[in-house]
C-alpha cells in the first residue's frame, strides 16, 4: 500500500532537538490528518486540514505545529518534546464530500522516540 | 457524543478456528462503520466497512454486518490463519463529520 507514505519510518531526538514528520499521499484526496497512538491507550486525533485548512486541533500542546502546503502534503514539527511524546504518528488521508463519511486512509506511521 | 466498544483482548485462537470480535457504537443518526488492521511494526488498513443498515462488508475472508437494531458491526471470520495475527479496530465516522472514532482496539494471535 503506497497511497499514504511517511518519512522517516523511526525517529530518535532528544527534548532539546527540532525534527519534522513529513506525509505524502498520492490519492488525489482534499483532506489529512495526524494521529498520535500511545501503548494502552486509544487513538488520538490531533489535526485535521480540509482544502489545506485546519479545521481541528484537539487541543493538542503547542510544542507539535503543523503545516500542510498544499492538499498532498502534511508536516508535524516538533521542538522541545517530553518523554510521554513519544508515539506511534499516524498520517490519514480522505476525500470529504457533503454528508461526510469518508473512509480514511492511513500512512505506515512514524515511530518516535524522546529522551 | 459517538463512541465504539469493542471486546477486550487479547484473543488467542488455534489455527483454522472461528472468529468472532465483538463492536457496538453509539452515534447520532447513520454513521459508517469500518474495520481496520494494523499489522506488527506497521500502520492500520482498512479491512472493511459499511455504509448503511443490513449492508455486509467483506475483504479477505472477513465479514460484518452492519446491523442498525442492535448498533453492532461484528467483525467474523470462518477460519484464521497465523498471519491474522495483529490489532484489529473498529472505528465509526458520523454523518456530516469528518472525524473517524475509534475503539481501543483487539489483539487477535493466532498459534499454528
Known amino acids: 500500500e503506497t497511497g499514504v507514505t511517511q518519512t522517516p519510518r523511526h525517529l530518535v531526538m532528544g527534548m532539546t532537538n527540532k525534527k519534522s514528520l513529513k506525509c505524502e499521499q498520492h490519492?488525489?484526496?482534499?483532506?489529512m490528518y495526524w494521529y498520535k497512538q500511545s501503548a494502552k491507550k486509544p487513538l488520538e486525533l490531533m489535526f485535521v486540514y480540509n482544502f489545506k485548512e485546519q479545521t481541528e486541533n484537539n487541543s493538542v500542546p503547542s510544542r507539535f505545529s503543523p503545516e500542510c502546503p498544499n492538499s498532498s502534503h502534511l508536516f508535524l514539527h516538533l521542538h522541545t518534546l517530553q518523554p510521554e511524546d513519544s508515539a506511534l504518528y499516524l498520517c490519514?488521508?480522505?476525500?470529504?464530500?457533503?454528508?461526510?463519511?469518508?473512509?480514511?486512509?492511513f500512512g505506515p506511521g512514524t515511530r518516535l522516540l524522546v529522551l | 457524543g459517538n463512541s465504539v466498544t469493542q471486546m477486550e483482548g487479547p484473543v488467542t485462537l488455534s489455527e483454522e478456528a472461528f472468529l468472532t470480535i465483538n463492536c457496538t457504537y453509539t452515534?447520532?443518526?447513520?454513521?459508517?462503520l469500518f474495520w481496520y488492521v494494523q499489522y506488527p511494526g506497521e500502520g492500520l488498513q482498512l479491512l472493511l466497512k459499511?455504509?448503511?443498515?443490513?449492508d455486509k462488508g467483506s475483504n479477505k475472508g472477513f465479514e460484518a454486518t452492519y446491523r442498525k437494531e442492535t448498533t453492532s458491526f461484528h467483525l467474523e471470520k470462518g477460519s484464521v490463519q497465523v498471519s491474522d495475527s495483529a490489532v484489529y479496530f473498529c472505528a465509526l465516522i458520523g454523518f456530516g463529520n469528518e472525524k473517524l472514532t475509534f475503539g481501543t482496539g483487539t489483539r487477535l494471535t493466532i498459534i499454528p
Open positions: 459499511a455504509t448503511k443498515a443490513d
Open positions: 490519514a488521508s480522505s476525500q470529504v464530500v457533503a454528508g461526510g463519511g469518508e473512509t480514511q486512509y
Open positions: 490519492l488525489g484526496h482534499n483532506a
Open positions: 452515534a447520532t443518526g447513520y454513521p459508517s
